[in-house]
């Protein structure tokens, strides 16, 4: 399993950087070559406009890639903060923001971010922005639980007896233990955003033509399902492999930094 996730994200990287280095371009038009089949100068064929799937595909993991890390990072940050505050300060504070986070939980995610990508309009940036306005009340509820908790712990106390401020206790004392636990939901929300980007994609709402993305492409691709399956199943396939190893990872991440289960071992 270790194995697998990472040849695969190794690949995937070493595919990004070669093509910036061979200097592939995914948009070049070919009309002479429409929906041909893996061949020695297409390896992976061509799609509806005789462009190239192999181009196509690695200039799409890299936008997907991007979009995923700066969501991941930028959710993770909002509901650190949120759930960090709720949890160490209680109180009203914890009620109102816990508030906040339950009307958002209230609507599934997939839908809240359709909504917002609806009403941001398309592109890039509204995608990412609307993805962000969505996933970060997982990292919320998780900062929050675990503060709760934490905030009762021996050095906590200490701290604050000694008389630490609230920042410095919940900088020093409180995030370090919290690292680990966002690292692994970190690892899973990554496949998570990555199913999103490419849903929205694949329902106009994310990234627009020519821009490559495997959204974008499987929606492309299922009209010509019947005379050229390559073009799916190719796309597929990749993202399927991508956000399998992520998951992956994840696993490995989580066995990695459980302190219990080294215990047990």
Not at 139 to 164: I, T
Not at 232 to 250: D, K, Y
Request: contains cysteine; charged residues 10%; aromatic residues 6%.
């Amino acid at each position: 399993m270790k194995a697998f996730c990472l040849l695969t994200l190794a690949f995937w990287l070493c595919a990004v950087l070669l093509g910036h280095v061979v200097g592939l371009n995914p948009n070049q038009i070919d009309l002479n070559a429409i929906l041909q089949w893996p061949s020695l100068q297409h390896w992976l064929g061509t799609d509806d406009l005789g462009r190239d799937i192999l181009a196509r595909v690695i200039r799409g993991v890299e936008v997907s890639l991007m979009v995923t890390l700066i969501v991941t990072a930028v959710t993770m940050l909002i509901g650190l903060t949120i759930g960090l505050l709720a949890g160490y300060k209680g109180g009203k504070l914890d009620a109102a923001l816990m508030q906040l986070t339950n009307v958002f939980l209230a609507f599934p995610g997939m839908l809240l971010a359709i909504a917002f990508a609806a009403v941001l309009g398309a592109g890039i940036s509204n995608l990412i922005l609307a993805l962000c306005l969505t996933g970060w009340v997982t990292y919320a509820r998780l900062s929050r639980g675990q503060s709760l908790a934490l905030r009762q712990r021996l050095h906590v106390l200490a701290a604050e007896s000694l008389g630490a401020s609230g920042l410095r206790v919940m900088l020093l004392h409180i995030f370090p233990l919290l690292i680990s636990i966002l690292l692994v939901e970190a690892a899973y929300s990554m496949a998570s955003v990555m199913i999103a980007e490419a849903s929205l994609s694949f329902l106009g709402l994310g990234i627009q033509a020519p821009h490559a993305s495997w959204g974008a492409m499987l929606r492309d691709a299922v009209r010509f399902m019947l005379v050229a399956p390559h073009y799916v199943l190719t796309v597929g396939a990749c993202m399927m492999s991508l956000i399998l190893a992520i998951n992956l990872g994840g696993d490995v991440l989580r066995d990695k930094l459980d302190v219990r289960s080294e215990a047990r071992g």
